[in-house]
């Protein structure tokens, strides 16, 4: 290698090493002057958004009714339900209901073989006759002291006996037939004419659907405000109408595992038109405040302990503290911090902050 060459390769590897130490302060300094006008048009952006106007709703306060309304699902139960079936054993020699049938308190549903009783009941019936003639002639011979006492009151005796047993055999031939313990409607029949039943067997349904009872529970909280007389109203899926009922009974105590407190009301049902089985939605009135000022409960927010609402005042929405009082599903009634005629806003107010300008968009009634 020429010297000359030397020196050529020892510059080259100086200026490589200069030119190494000096890139870092370089590169910091151009990359410093790009960004400055980028972080500058960014925070002059962020700094007109923090400016611009909301856009809210609002809401003109005043007095209103406020109702505490508890709803729940319940279950459309008969006033009686009842499994019919024989009190002895028998095999079925009629039965005189229809299926799907109204009956009447009393009304002859079936009958089981009867023959054997009958005959004892006649076998019986046959004797009464010489029975009365001996008690009788047995008095006829007391009166003339013909007979003693104790000859009288066996022939007496020997009556009264065979009554009872005539009484016995009619009790028992009562027990073959089936009649309706209630008015009610008779369903489908299980059984056929010469099966043999048994106390156990099953002959139909009979439920009592007029009146209708309204089973549903309710919660703790709301146990102490409902009682025998209180009113409600509910509604059955797939119909527009709302029907009126009236609490007759409450559970003496609380479900230890659900905490809820059955309740049973009563429903006239004087058409026949609902039936038993079907879902109802519950609603009792269970509180009544008479010119409450209220606000919608979206517009209220809870911050480090605090409930807090925003106003409308010239432009700018204006914090508030409330002192809240009864709550229901949708509102919450106000007992300081607000007066009839202030312009809530109600929309929005996660992004509000004291003084913020705000624009409104559309004024609740």
Known sequence: MTKKTKIILISAIVLFVIGMAVYPTIKKQFFSQKTEPEKSAASGQKESNRNRPLNVNVQIIK???????????????????VNLSFETSGKITHIYFKEGSTVKKGALLAKVNDSPLQAELNKLNAQIPLAKDRVFRQKSLLEKDAVSLEAYEQVTTELEKLNADIESVKARIAQTELRAPFDGVIGLRQVSEGTYASPGTMIAKETKIIPLKLEFSINEKQAGQVAQGTNL?????????????????????????????????????????????????????????????????????????????????????????????????????????????????????????????????????
């Open 233 to 365: 109203s509910f509604k059955v899926e797939g119909d527009l109408n709302i029907y009126q009922a009236s609490i007759y009974a409450v559970e003496s105590t609380l479900d230890l595992k659900t905490r809820t407190l059955k309740t049973r009301a009563i429903y006239p049902n004087r058409d026949g038109k609902l039936k038993p089985g079907r879902t109802a939605s519950v609603e009792i009135k269970l509180q009544e405040l008479k010119n409450a000022l209220t606000v919608p409960s979206q517009a209220i927010v809870a911050e480090m302990g605090r409930d807090i609402a925003y106003l409308y005042k010239g432009g700018k929405a204006r914090q508030i503290i409330l002192t809240k009082g009864m709550r229901t599903e949708s509102k919450v009634q106000v007992l300081q911090g607000i007066q009839p005629g202030d312009t809530l806003i109600t929309t929005g107010v996660m992004q509000l902050r004291d003084g913020m300008s705000v624009i409104i968009d559309h004024v609740i009634n």
């Open 63 to 81: 007095y209103e009714n406020l109702n505490d309304i508890y709803r729940t699902t319940g279950t459309m139960i008969p006033d009686e339900e």
